[in-house]
């Protein structure tokens, strides 16, 4: 066990009120933690608590808000409380301080009688040697603990207290723990002592909600921007896919020996993935409730000590987890909002290394949640929890991550904005494949409209019937239990679902594996530039069938170009065309010219329509281009010879580009291109556009310019550099 070199403050009763200044903290956060300084807001909410004033703490997953109450614990005699909603999160830390040589201790009704008594004894005494004792909310609300409470208060002994993951007293939060409520007492029944509520949850209601319901007193409000930006943030399209399972064996085999955790829905695509999987070479197991403790306790015992990679768990395995060189998060259903999704994500890189999330998007799946979702409300609306008004946010809540999944643009300024934060644009600096990859999720995007068109004529009945009966196998208890809690005990918690062995294995942990994760970020972003790789190369090899333009996608194609037809009319108003007629038109113009190549073509000549017709300001416009042989004013650019399959987009915007910069490949293509394709439908751009090069031409060109980089600068550049990305480009047309 570390011992300290540098004592705790000890401050005597009367100079408790004594100012420690920001270089007393700043040592002892150094001497008893080894880091070199506050990060984010702690010295600010460090300092306020000190100062005796309530304070609201609002920072990310692994922004370190443990050291919020942490220090003011060593900074003045006398004990913290930290109220917490998990014994295993309790038990983790406290070992984690006694390491370090701090005297930490936790109340629950899993340690022996004896050992409780002990820390009573302790507890008592004139000057207890405990500095943080950690309890629940359960243990807060039985009178007998109150009442030591307020006999150590009483002894001007209690400092502080925090009430940790503080969005569980919140039923708009995502982990709403009834027994949380229980602490609204506090302020009255303690009334000087300052509160510390610390929180990652960024919903501004939950946030008002925690002020009001700790009655909390003129609190300093501290909110740190939510912004993850070592996570790279990436969906993938189940329905575009042969097979997901293969496509996620291929990702955590080519990104390496990195640890990561895939979350499912249900029990059984846990155990189903985790086999193939392991079939496959990777070392992983599966995690869920359905699974006994001793099987739990010994997957996550191998997983902390890096003896298995990869954890596929449901959402049982949750808060508590602590361990910092996770590299990938990947989801392999859509979670029920952005909120859990921020906070399983988040498990990624809390050493803030580069890290992954990666979600995997079906139809199937979504539906699949909206049936679960559906059955949640109603089941809410019978219950009492409906006046917290969680019936009416779950299907908005779970709309946000459809968005995120099906919309267009950044992703990470889509889970910002989600909480409520003001997104500049270039936060991301292209740390999404959204903005990263502007054109391919485009393209994507397209392909999944029609895949849910094909859907939604198909019907859904089977994934509800499926759905059905895992709801009614307990498939997801784990999903249910997070908001139908009944307390157990007076003083233990109901986590033993999820919690209690997880954090039993990480406080065991031993993973100080520092070496070799430069060569994991490496392999990391090596996988990644495989996967688009791979997908040029499923484009290069062709295959008939996945490329044919089916009826199905051609009525699809003409629903869209309607739709935007009858768009543009509510827009501006006067649009004087048949619209059934124009669509069929517009859509037989994209089929006579790409349906030969192929349906991305096809796919991207009805989308540069559709875009056409979202954008454009003049109705007269769109009558004059239907009118006249349905040429899109992109097509009226003068040309010397018949557009090539590239989409024309993408030409435009290669030109645009070498206007603006005779560099391939600069940092902000995706810019560049949207306003490229806006601009170029206006009767200006299109006199000043130069020639539209054939595709050969095109990657010639490329090639040749690639030939003549120095070859030193191929060596410089390595990952993120901007040629790079031209390459993935090229290799990609
Ligand atoms: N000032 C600091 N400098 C460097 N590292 C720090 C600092 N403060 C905390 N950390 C480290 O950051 C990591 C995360 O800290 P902590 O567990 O307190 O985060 P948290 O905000 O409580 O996250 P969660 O929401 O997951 O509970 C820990 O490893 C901790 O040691
Ligand atoms: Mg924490």
Not at 186 to 210: E, F, G, M, S, Y
Not at 228 to 256: F, H, Q, T, W
Not at 367 to 391: N, P, T, V, Y
Not at 405 to 422: A, D, T
Request: hydrophobic fraction near 35%; glycine fraction near 6%; aromatic fraction near 6%.
């Amino acid at each position: 066990m570390k011992k300290s070199p540098l004592p705790l403050q000890n401050l005597g009763a009367k100079d408790k009120r004594r100012k420690c200044g920001r270089d007393a903290l700043v040592k002892l956060l150094r001497w008893n933690f080894g880091h070199p300084d506050f990060r984010g807001n702690q010295l600010e909410a460090i300092e306020a608590i000190l100062s005796g004033r309530d304070c609201f703490c609002l920072m990310p997953t692994g922004g370190g808000k443990s050291m919020c109450y942490q220090i003011p614990a060593l900074a003045k005699t006398g004990i913290v409380l930290v109220i917490s909603p998990l014994i295993a999160l309790m038990e983790n830390q406290v070992m984690a301080l006694k390491e370090k040589g701090i005297a930490a201790e936790f109340l629950s009704s899993t340690q022996t009688s004896q050992l409780r008594n002990k820390i009573h004894e302790d507890l008592d005494r004139g000057q207890p040697s405990i500095r943080l004792l950690y309890v629940t909310p359960e243990l807060i609300a039985t009178s007998g603990f109150m009442s030591k409470l307020k006999k150590i208060h009483g002894r001007g002994l209690l400092n502080l207290i925090a009430v940790d993951e503080a969005h569980c007293i919140s039923s708009w939060g995502h982990d709403f723990r009834p027994s949380y409520r229980k602490l609204s007492s506090l302020r009255n029944q303690l009334q000087d002592v300052p509160i510390l509520a610390l929180t990652a949850t960024a919903v501004p209601k939950v946030q008002k909600d925690v002020i009001d319901s700790l009655n909390l007193q003129n609190p300093l409000v501290l909110k740190s921007s939510f912004n993850r930006p070592n996570i790279y943030y990436e969906v993938r399209y189940k329905d575009l896919m042969d097979d997901a399972y293969a496509d996620l064996c291929d990702v955590l085999k080519s990104a390496g020996d990195v640890c990561a955790i895939v979350y499912c829905l249900e029990r059984t695509t846990c155990d189903d993935l985790s086999t193939h999987l392991s079939k496959n070479g990777i070392s992983c197991a599966a995690y869920h409730a359905g699974l006994n403790n001793k099987l739990r306790s010994s997957v996550l015992d191998d997983w902390i000590c890096s003896k298995i990679q990869v954890v596929v768990a449901t959402v049982a395995f949750g808060m508590g987890i602590d361990r910092k060189d996770v590299r990938i998060v990947c989801h392999f259903n859509i979670p029920k909002s952005m909120e859990a999704f921020y906070q399983e994500s988040g498990r990624a890189g809390r050493d803030q290394l580069p890290s992954r999330s990666l979600l995997y998007y079906g139809v199937d799946d979504r539906k699949r949640m909206e049936f679960i979702l559906s059955i949640a409300e109603s089941k809410k609306l019978q219950s009492s929890d409906s006046e917290h008004g969680l019936s009416k946010k779950s299907t908005s809540d779970f709309n946000l991550m459809v968005e995120y999944c099906e919309g267009f643009g950044c992703r990470r300024k889509k889970i910002l904005e989600s909480f409520g934060e003001e997104v500049s644009a270039s936060l991301c600096k292209k740390s999404c494949d959204a903005c990263k990859h502007p054109n391919l999720v485009a393209k994507y995007l397209e392909e999944l409209t029609t895949a849910i068109a094909v859907r939604q004529r198909n019907g859904f009945s089977k994934i509800l019937s499926s759905s059905t009966d895992a709801f009614e196998n307990e498939n997801f208890s784990e999903f249910w239990n997070r908001n139908d809690e009944a307390s157990g005990s007076e003083e233990d918690i109901s986590d033993s679902e999820d919690g209690f062995e997880v954090a039993k294995g990480i406080s065991r942990s031993k993973f100080s594996k520092k070496t070799g994760i430069n060569e994991k970020i490496e392999l990391l972003q090596r996988a990644e530039e495989n996967y688009y790789r791979n997908k040029a190369h499923d484009k290069q090899a062709n295959r008939p069938d996945k490329n044919a333009i089916s009826g199905a996608l051609r009525e699809s194609s003409k629903q869209r170009l309607l739709d935007a037809l009858k768009h543009a009319h509510q827009r501006l108003g006067d649009l004087k065309v048949d619209f059934e007629a124009s669509s069929t038109i517009l859509e037989n113009e994209c089929f006579k010219k790409y349906g030969k190549s192929g349906k991305s073509f096809y796919y991207s000549q009805v989308a540069s329509k559709v875009r056409w017709l979202s954008t454009t300001s003049s109705a007269a416009e769109i009558t004059n281009q239907i009118g006249t042989g349905i040429k899109s004013p992109l097509e009226n650019i003068t040309r010397k010879e018949e557009p090539s399959p590239q989409t024309v987009s993408t030409i435009l915007h290669d030109e645009r580009k070498k206007e603006v910069n005779k560099v391939i490949g600069e940092q902000h293509c995706g810019d560049i291109e949207s306003k490229t394709s806006v601009k170029a439908s206006t009767p200006q751009m299109q006199t000043k556009l130069p020639a539209i090069p054939s595709f050969s031409q095109f990657v010639n060109s490329r090639k040749s310019k690639e030939m003549q980089q120095p070859k030193a600068s191929e060596e410089k550049e390595h990952h993120h550099s901007p040629n790079k990305h031209t390459k993935k480009r090229m290799r990609l047309q």
